[in-house]
């Protein structure tokens, strides 16, 4: 199916505290809570989620996702193939999204990948949801990232991509369910923070906590703090991830 332009989920076909074993919204679905809360739907890697932890999107594959050169597409094609050779399990990126990253004319276009299949150090081939708008020329490059939403993983002590949510439910591995992205969500401290600061991804003693920002060297933003909280403890923070 093309992308398509839609407005908020009224009814979710699953709850904010469960799991399931079937994909039963889009990934990187979002949904609101009549208290003002937002949720996006993920599916999980290979650890179910614990409560109070920051989760990201998969680490970047710098061999198999980026810097990928292709044959130059034409306008309204509805594929491209890469000329460099990558190593990938079927639809490994489907769902997720291809950039045109260099090229003579017509780079800065994003597609949604549709499907593709394994490929064993060969070129591949990446079937997109909308056609090319614009052909490119030159020496096309491109970067491929699966979709942010599928296989999350607590943040690391090493950031590795972009924070997504912090789990409430412990979403079993490989299932899928909810993260919230927005509203007063619990979240684990790495040092003493005061209500009211801003706080950033810091791992750097605990995976999936968070910090005050300017006290540690990983600084992506995630929110703000509601309430005082205590190093290694739990306490509320205002998420404003999405």
């Avoid at 597409?73 to 489907?94: E, F, H, Q, W």
């Amino acid at each position: 199916m093309a992308s398509q332009l839609t407005g908020p989920v009224i009814v979710a076909a699953q709850g904010i505290y469960s799991d399931s074993s079937l994909q039963l919204h889009g990934l990187g679905e979002r949904v609101e809570s009549n208290d003002g809360r937002a949720f996006r739907y993920c599916k999980v890697g290979v650890t179910a989620l614990v409560p109070g932890k920051l989760y990201q999107s998969p680490a970047e594959d710098t061999t198999n996702f980026q810097q990928l050169t292709v044959t130059a597409p034409s306008a309204a094609a509805t594929s491209v193939v890469t000329t460099t050779t990558v190593t990938l399990s079927a639809n490994d990126l489907a769902e997720g999204f291809m950039c045109i990253v260099s090229a003579t004319t017509n780079a800065g276009q994003v597609f949604k990948i549709k499907s593709h299949a394994a490929a064993a150090a060969a070129v591949a081939t990446f079937n997109l949801e909308d056609p090319v708008m614009y052909a490119p020329t030159g020496t096309v490059v491109i970067d491929c990232h699966p979709n942010p939403y599928k296989n999350v993983i607590v943040a690391p002590t090493t950031e590795s991509s972009s924070p997504v949510g912090a789990a409430l439910y412990k979403v079993t591995a490989a299932q899928y369910g909810w993260l919230q992205v927005f509203g007063p969500c619990p979240l684990v401290a790495v040092g003493a923070i005061t209500v009211g600061d801003e706080v950033i991804t810091a791992g750097a003693t605990t995976t999936g906590g968070v910090s005050v920002a300017g006290s540690a060297t990983i600084s992506s933003p995630v929110g703000y703090a509601l309430t005082g909280i205590a190093d290694t403890a739990y306490g509320l923070v205002f998420l404003q991830i999405g």
